[in-house]
C-alpha cells in the first residue's frame, strides 16, 4: 500500500495554504497558479511492476556456487592464482559485469577502484580491488545510487586466508544480487546513474567501501542512495523462525558525519530520527509496500546490528546517505565459522544455507528501489523550515528547473510517528505554508516529483536531512 495525498477536507489542521513565490516563470503570488498545477502527477510507474518481477533466483544460485567454488575469497588469499582466491573471484566479476555490457550494447563502464593498504587485519601492504559497473545515466549522470555486495570471506580466524570459506550467504549472496540487478537494469535506460559495486576487505575492516568512497568524492558524484546488501539469502534463522518474507533495512538517525556546528542546530530544531539515510530506508519500504507482494520491510532503527558494523558505514562517514539491507533471521552457525559438524551442529556457511528465491526477492527490492530513484527527479536542496511561535509552518527548498520535475510534495506526521503519515502535492513552488499548523507539533519533509510517477526519498529540513552535504574538516571521526 502505498502513502497517498491525505484529502485536503478531511483534515482539520488544513484551515487554508498559501502558495509563496516560484523559482520558476510563475503569476505574481497574488495570482492563482492554472488548474494544471493543482494536478499531482500519478504515484505509479508501471515500468517497476515488470522489474520488481524480473530477477531470475536460478541465476543468483549460479553465481553464488561460481563464488563458492574460489574455495576461499579472504582478502589476503591469492591475488594472482587463475582458480582459487580473492583474485580469480575478482576476475570473474569484472568478466561478468563485461557481459552483461555486451548484452545492453556497452551500456556499463567496468572499472577496477582500490588501493594498496595494511592495518589490524592486513599485516602486510595488500591490493584491495573493487569491481564497480557504472550505468551512467541520460539526464542526470552525476547523481548516483549505488548498490554493492561483498566479494571476501572468512572463518572462524579472521587471519586465515587459506582454509575453506565458502562465503555462500555472507556474503556471495550480496555479490550475485548485485549482477543480478545489473542484468535486469541495464535493459532500460535512466536519468540518473547507477552503480553497481562488487566490493572487497569487509571483513578485514571495511577497506573496500572506504576506497569507493573516497573515488565517489573524487569524482565529484552526487551521491544520493549507497543499498549495502550483506548477507540476503538465508531464511533459517538461529532462533528457531524460518521466514521468507520479511527483511530488515538498517539506518543512521544521528549522521555520523555532522559537525558540532550542525550537532548544535539538530538539537533545537530535531532530526535525530531524520538523516537522509533514515529517509531512503523510509523510501525503499514505500516502494516495496507499492511494487513487491509478500515481503514485509522492517525498518530498524540503528546503523546496524547490535555492535557490528558493515559495508554502509564508510559511506556515511563520507557523508553519502546509506543504508544496510538484509535477511531479518541471521543463522551465526553460518557465519564466520570453520566448515565441521560439533555437538550435532553443522557450522558454515555453504551454499545449501542459501534460498535462491528469497535472495531474487530482495534483489528485486534493490532493483525497483535504484530504478525508482534513477527515474525520480534529485531531492530537494537547501530545505529550510520556519514558524517559531506562529499558528503557521513555512518550508522552502531550491526549485530544480530541469523539464523531469511535476512538483514538490510535502510530507509531514507527528514527532512520535516512525514513519511519514500525510502528504500533499503543492506543484512546481519553491515554498510552501501550511496554515494552521504549528510547527512545534508536527516534523516535516519535501520531496520532488517526476512526471513519471517517480518521487525522491523526502527531505527533511537542514543540515540534519540533506542527502548532498559535503564533508567538513571538523566532522565527528
Request: hydrophobic share 40%; net charge negative.
Amino acid at each position: 500500500m502505498t502513502m497517498k495525498a491525505t484529502p485536503y477536507l478531511k483534515l482539520p489542521l488544513l484551515l487554508l495554504a498559501t502558495m509563496t513565490a516560484s523559482s520558476f516563470a510563475a503569476p505574481p503570488a497574488a495570482t492563482p497558479l492554472n488548474a494544471a498545477s493543482y494536478t499531482a502527477p500519478s504515484e505509479e510507474d508501471l515500468r517497476l511492476y515488470d522489474i520488481a518481477s524480473a530477477p531470475q533466483a536460478s541465476r543468483i544460485l549460479k553465481d553464488i556456487q561460481t563464488l563458492v567454488d574460489f574455495g576461499t575469497r579472504h582478502t589476503l588469499s591469492s591475488q594472482t592464482d587463475p582458480q582459487q582466491g580473492i583474485g580469480a573471484a575478482r576476475n570473474w566479476i569484472k568478466a561478468e559485469f563485461e557481459r552483461i555490457s555486451a548484452d545492453c550494447g556497452h551500456c556499463l563502464e567496468v572499472i577496477e577502484v582500490g588501493a594498496t593498504v595494511s592495518g589490524k587485519r592486513i599485516p602486510n601492504p595488500t591490493k584491495v580491488v573493487n569491481i564497480i559497473a557504472i550505468q551512467k545515466g541520460t539526464l542526470d549522470p552525476n547523481r548516483v545510487v549505488m548498490m554493492s555486495g561483498d566479494i571476501d570471506s572468512r572463518v572462524s580466524d579472521v587471519m586465515d586466508a587459506t582454509s575453506v570459506a565458502p562465503g555462500a550467504n555472507d556474503n556471495a549472496s550480496g555479490v550475485a544480487g548485485t549482477l543480478e540487478a545489473a542484468r535486469v537494469l541495464s535493459q532500460y535506460q535512466f536519468g540518473g546513474t547507477i552503480v553497481y559495486a562488487a566490493l572487497s576487505g569487509e571483513e578485514q575492516g571495511l577497506y573496500g567501501g572506504a576506497g569507493l568512497a573516497d573515488f565517489a568524492k573524487k569524482q565529484g558524484w552526487q551521491v544520493e542512495a549507497v543499498l549495502n546488501n550483506d548477507m540476503i539469502g538465508n531464511i533459517a534463522g538461529i532462533n528457531g523462525v524460518v521466514s521468507n518474507h520479511t527483511v530488515r533495512i538498517f539506518s543512521e538517525g544521528v549522521r555520523i558525519a555532522e559537525t558540532e556546528k550542525e550537532a548544535k542546530e539538530r538539537y533545537f530544531s530535531g532530526g535525530e530520527n531524520d538523516s537522509a539515510s533514515r529517509n531512503l530506508a523510509r523510501h525503499i519500504k514505500q516502494l516495496a509496500d507499492q511494487y513487491m507482494t509478500n515481503l514485509d520491510v522492517q525498518l530498524i532503527y540503528r546503523l546496524d546490528r547490535f555492535g557490528r558494523g558493515g559495508h554502509h558505514l564508510p559511506f556515511n562517514k563520507a557523508g553519502y546517505p546509506a543504508v544496510r539491507i538484509m535477511e531479518t533471521n541471521e543463522n551465526y552457525h553460518r557465519q564466520h565459522q570453520d566448515i565441521r559438524v560439533e555437538d550435532g551442529i553443522a557450522y558454515g556457511d555453504v551454499i545449501e544455507g542459501v534460498d535462491e528465491v528469497y535472495a531474487a526477492k530482495l534483489t528485486a527490492l534493490n532493483a525497483i528501489s535504484l530504478a525508482a530513484m534513477a527515474w525520480a527527479p534529485a531531492p530537494p536542496t537547501q530545505v529550510a523550515i520556519t514558524g517559531q511561535v506562529s499558528a503557521d509552518t513555512n518550508i522552502s527548498w531550491q526549485a530544480n528547473p530541469t523539464a523531469e520535475v511535476a512538483g514538490y510534495r510535502i510530507y509531514w506526521r507527528k514527532t512520535t510517528e516512525p514513519e511519514w503519515t500525510h502528504s500533499r502535492f503543492v506543484g512546481k513552488v519553491n515554498s510552501f505554508t501550511l496554515s494552521n499548523m504549528v510547527i512545534d507539533n508536527y516534523l516535516y519533509g519535501v520531496a520532488a516529483v517526476g512526471y513519471n510517477g517517480n518521487t525522491s526519498p523526502v527531505v527533511f529540513p537542514g543540515a540534519a536531512g540533506a542527502f548532498f552535504h559535503p564533508v567538513t574538516e571538523n566532522a565527528k571521526p
